[in-house]
């Protein structure tokens, strides 16, 4: 690539820096089993993340195409493993919901037939 078509991937730092919270976040919720259901994701997203950043850097210094296409893949699987994550975490939510509404409707459902 020449100079003046040349793609500006100069955040691969922050990238790089946001891939090691995400691994220490994903540490962090991995000390309880629950929270492990959330932790692995993050590692792995976070992984892809820090790896993404190295390639976006290396892009920026070299201008290997290889380097871009790297850079791509890695942020594209980080943006998969969130966007799984984010679904199942939604759904989740929707099946507590749920099961609050039933539990309240049937609490007050009691406490309206005791009072009779």
């Known amino acids: 690539m020449n100079q003046q078509q040349r793609i500006d991937l100069s955040g691969g730092s922050w990238a790089q820096f946001l891939g090691i919270m995400y691994i220490i976040m994903g540490a962090f919720y991995t000390l309880t089993i629950i929270g492990a259901i959330v932790g692995v994701p993050f590692i792995f997203a976070g992984l892809g993340l ?45 099946v507590l919901f749920i099961l609050y509404f039933v539990v309240v409707v049937v609490l007050f459902g009691l406490m309206g037939a005791a009072s009779m």
Request: glycine share 14%; proline share 0%.
């Open 50 to 94: 820090f790896r993404g950043g190295g390639h976006a850097k290396e892009f920026m210094a070299t201008g290997e195409q290889v380097a871009f296409q790297q850079t791509a893949v890695e942020l594209l699987r980080h943006a998969r493993i969130m966007g799984i994550l984010l679904a199942v975490i939604g759904v989740l939510y929707l």
